[in-house]
């Protein structure tokens, strides 16, 4: 669905690492990477890590979440979002999407501050995830979080190279994380970035990051650290990576375009929204299904490309229907109505990458096709 695409630029940077034998976390790329990734994202400072999830919970560490502690975080997302809360012993208390963007619903957003108001249980955090590329509502979460003295965390794992209101997408929180696995728009094969302008919280990411030593010839600690660190050879791809990623965003929404124009003629067949406010990259093509209009449904469509060899996926099951997440507190769009729920019975994430080839993909429009039997 959106496979690793090196462009050769990683090479040199490996055999720097190689040359100078810094095979270790710590060396030249990975500052100049955090460097390179802060200008990009138009924020002050950055810390490279070994995943998306360290940067999430090194972010919510940061903000406070402690034992008992709630934090408001979207439904709609991959478990990784979620998890990192209960690492730190917190409660999430899980928020819907809104129909326009399929992010985090302002609207659910502030019926959770309004109860946590009147109850005297406000969250430590709120940490607001933006999907499938595409920026959530930044305006009125952090309006309404500001008026609660709330900090913002951006998971923009997905969503490195988009904007929201013309400005890079994870600068919009306190602190912002993106993820480099191997599925995401550029990769490191693994690995993570927590940015921010706070440079003091950075420095402190960094000393719990690499296991909390304490400034001593020995080996002391006082407070708990984790073996969090980017190794210096990943990220000498990271850097080669970067330097093609807005490449990658146009190849992405070229991809989106073709099967824009492939099905957004179908009746029952709609693409996810590009909201006004930003510009998505299209990580992955998302779109709904709806059975009773296209005669199909979207499970059907899964099993027809997998006939084919091509892999495609429902949209992530939203955390308030996993079991792992039985029982915590769940705030939907309006009161009688769940926009993720909805998504996820119909939702279809198609393959997306940027070295997808036309031909590859005209084989995916045309299962899809044959299998909606429409027109061609
Ligand atoms: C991929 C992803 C993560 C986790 O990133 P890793 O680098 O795999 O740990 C977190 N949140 C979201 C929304 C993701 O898609």
């Known amino acids: ?74 439904s709609l997302t991959f478990v990784a979002s979620a998890n990192a809360v209960l690492y730190q012993g917190g409660e999430p208390v899980l928020i819907d999407s809104e129909p326009g963007s399929w992010n985090m619903s302002p609207a659910a957003l502030k019926r959770a501050y309004l109860q946590a108001r009147e109850k005297g249980c406000l969250p430590k955090a709120v940490l607001a995830v933006n999907l499938y590329g595409q920026s959530a509502d930044y305006d009125p979460i952090l309006e309404l ?27 919009w929180g306190k602190f912002g994380i993106f993820s480099f696995n191997g599925n995401k728009i550029i990769t490191t094969s693994g690995g993570g970035m927590l940015v921010s302008d706070d440079l003091e919280a950075m420095d402190k990411a960094r000393f719990w990051a690499t296991q909390a030593r304490d400034t001593a010839r020995h080996y002391q600690h006082s407070e708990l650290g984790y073996n969090y660190r980017l190794s210096n050879v990943l990220a000498g791809i990271g850097r080669g990576q970067l330097e093609v990623l807005d490449r990658r965003v146009e190849a992405r929404r070229a991809v989106f375009q073709r099967y824009y124009e492939a099905f957004s003629g179908v009746e029952g067949i709609e693409f996810m929204p590009e909201a006004g406010f930003g510009r998505s990259t299209r990580w992955l093509t998302a779109l709904t299904v709806d059975p009773e209009k296209c005669g199909v449904g979207r499970d059907e469509l899964i099993d027809a490309l997998e006939r084919e060899n091509i892999e495609a996926r429902p949209v ?61």
């Not at 900090?151 to 994870?170: F, H, N, Q, R």
């Not at 792992?324 to 993720?340: N, R, T």
């Open 1 to 74: 669905m959106s496979s690793p695409h090196m462009s050769g630029k990683e090479q040199k940077y490996i055999e720097e690492a190689f040359e100078t034998n810094w095979i270790a976390p710590l060396g030249q790329h990975v500052n100049a990477f955090e460097q390179e990734v802060a200008a990009y994202a138009g924020v002050k400072g950055a810390v490279a890590l070994s995943s998306g999830t360290a940067a999430l919970h090194l972010a919510l560490r940061l903000a406070g979440v402690g034992a008992g502690d709630r934090v408001f975080c979207s």
């Open 145 to 171: 979080s500001e008026q609660h003295g709330v900090p913002v965390i951006e998971d923009a794992a997905e969503s490195l190279g988009a904007t929201y209101k013309g400005k890079a997408s994870g600068s």
């Open 316 to 376: 992530w099951k939203p955390m308030h229907l996993q079991p792992l997440f039985e029982g915590y507190e769940y705030f939907p769009h309006d009161s009688v109505h769940s926009v993720s729920d909805g998504l996820f019975a119909r939702g279809l994430c198609l393959p997306s990458g940027s070295n997808l080839t036309e031909e590859d993909q005209a084989r995916v429009i045309e299962t899809v096709r044959r299998c909606l039997d429409a027109p061609a």
